[in-house]
T-cell receptor
Framework: DTEVTQTPKHLVMGMTNKKSLKCEQH?????MYWYKQKAKKPPELMFV???????INESVPSRFSPECPNSSLLNLHLHALQPEDSALYLC??????????????FGAGSRLTVL | GEDVEQSLFLSVREGDSSVINCTYT??????LYWYKQEPGAGLQLLTY?????DMKQDQRLTVLLNKKDKHLSLRIADTQTGDSAIYFC???????????FGAGTTVTVRA
């Protein structure tokens, strides 16, 4: 298995909803990432987990709450989002768990629309 | 993305070679990467090069790295319609999980 699987592929939510994005990989990667990508822009790093512990939070608003329940799963919990949070959310993982050699495998993304 | 720069658009005829250029500023870069993104999809790692290498070839792809000028290029031989996509150059630096991405080059292959 050489894939990163993200669900759902599309999500539409209101500003008062609570929803979650899920990410799964079975490559034995011990670093997992959430990126946010707006249309026609490069991805922006949000969070990094290393060995299931949060290593990096790029000053992301608290309405985004990551969770790494085990080495294969990564969740992103969403609450009270704003329309400007609409974007493609990409999960990634990497085999090399030390920084600086980040050959990332990306999922196909979850496209989020906030109404 | 301001540390990594790419031209925004490239149009190429089917069967010709494409060359996508990228410049970066951090001389301590460890790896440099090329990712491809097709419409509505995630990023696909095409190839990467370690910073002490000058060139890497993988089938139709050739990566050239000029470390002195901090210039990276990706050559795609015999470009096909399936190569139409956005190509992102990225760099990583020691002790940092972050990848610095360029703005992406939109490659359009015309018949």
């Amino acid at each position: 298995d050489t894939e990163v699987t993200q669900t759902p592929k599309h999500l539409v939510m209101g500003m008062t909803n609570k929803k979650s994005l899920k990410c799964e990989q079975h490559m034995g990667h011990r670093a997992m990432y959430w990126y946010k990508q707006k249309a026609k822009k490069p991805p922006e790093l949000m969070f990094v987990y290393s060995y299931e512990k949060l290593s990096i939070n790029e000053s992301v608003p608290s309405r985004f709450s990551p969770e790494c329940p085990n080495s294969s799963l990564l969740n992103l919990h969403l609450h009270a989002l704003q329309p400007e949070d609409s974007a493609l959310y990409l999960c990634a993982s990497s085999q090399v768990e030390y920084p600086g050699a980040n050959v990332l495998t990306f999922g196909a993304g979850s496209r989020l629309t906030v109404l | 993305g301001e540390d990594v720069e790419q031209s925004l658009f490239l149009s190429v005829r089917e069967g010709d070679s494409s060359v996508i250029n990228c410049t970066y500023t951090d001389s301590s870069s460890t790896y440099l990467y090329w990712y491809k993104q097709e419409p509505g999809a995630g990023l696909q790692l095409l190839t990467y090069i370690f910073s002490n290498m000058d060139m890497k070839q993988d089938q139709r792809l050739t990566v050239l790295l000029n470390k002195k000028d901090k210039h990276l290029s990706l050559r795609i031989a015999d470009t096909q319609t399936g190569d139409s996509a956005i190509y992102f150059c990225a760099e990583s630096i020691p002790n940092d999980y972050k990848l610095s991405f360029g703005a992406g080059t939109t490659v359009t292959v015309r018949a």
